[in-house]
């Protein structure tokens, strides 16, 4: 993918700056190794996101790192290529208007869970609060192109889990923030880490529907600050 030639590399700096800052919670929460992973997240009122550069550092990652692309994955400006998966965050941002961030990790408790092909079941009042039900599993696509981003919509619309488990991939999520997607994906290696333990002691008990629709009512709407 080649890079724009421009003048001055510097539009949506403050937005830029902040994505930077937001891949500090995946090193912070082991949700990645070495230059694995990206954090993306929509310009307001532009058809434009700005997502981390392909093997960037995480030490090294300042806003010269993010790149501002445009809604078909194209580079509109930086001095990095953007992340190879770039194409598929693009795809979500197309075609799932209510997303304004996303994250992908290789986080290994909820990877392994993906390598299975196996969704992780509803079992503590955590997952209900956050994700509404199980997170479920996606299709496995090839890196390159705009196939996982199909798979990530086709598995998420309609769900209430921000998170999906791309098979023998890894963890994408979403939100309405970068920062929220950041949540959803340190929430999942949570649970999923928490579940996979559960399960070496026995079988772990399912919590009813309507209890889960309850939990996931009153911790989207009532809990925290108002």
């Not at 997303?99 to 390598?115: D, I, K, R």
């Amino acid at each position: 993918m080649s890079l724009p030639t421009l003048t001055e590399r510097g539009t949506h700096r403050e937005q830029r700056e902040h994505v930077a800052r937001l891949h500090s919670y995946l090193t912070r929460y082991e949700l990645v190794t070495w230059t694995s992973g990206n954090v993306s997240e929509r310009v307001p009122g532009e058809d434009l996101f700005v997502i981390k550069g392909s093997g960037v550092e995480y030490d090294d990652l300042t806003w010269e790192g993010v790149t501002v692309c445009d809604l078909d994955g194209n580079a509109v400006d930086g001095v990095k290529a953007p992340s190879s998966d770039t194409d598929a965050h693009a795809y979500v941002y197309r075609h799932m208007p209510e997303v304004n961030g996303q994250v992908h990790t290789h986080s290994p408790y909820a990877t392994a869970w993906a390598a299975r092909a196996e969704e992780i079941p509803c079992v503590l009042t955590a997952m209900a609060d956050e994700f509404g039900g199980p997170i479920p599993v996606g299709p496995f696509a090839l890196i390159g192109d705009d196939s996982i981003g199909r798979g990530i919509v086709e598995t998420l619309t309609g769900s209430r889990s921000p998170a999906v488990l791309m098979q023998n991939h890894g963890v994408f999520t979403i939100g309405p923030s970068g920062k929220a997607a950041v949540k959803a994906a340190v929430m999942t290696e949570d649970v999923a880490r928490t579940v996979h333990l559960s399960r070496q002691l026995g079988r772990p008990l399912p919590i009813d529907q309507a209890d889960v629709d309850s939990l996931y009512a009153r911790y989207q709407n009532v809990y925290g600050q108002r």
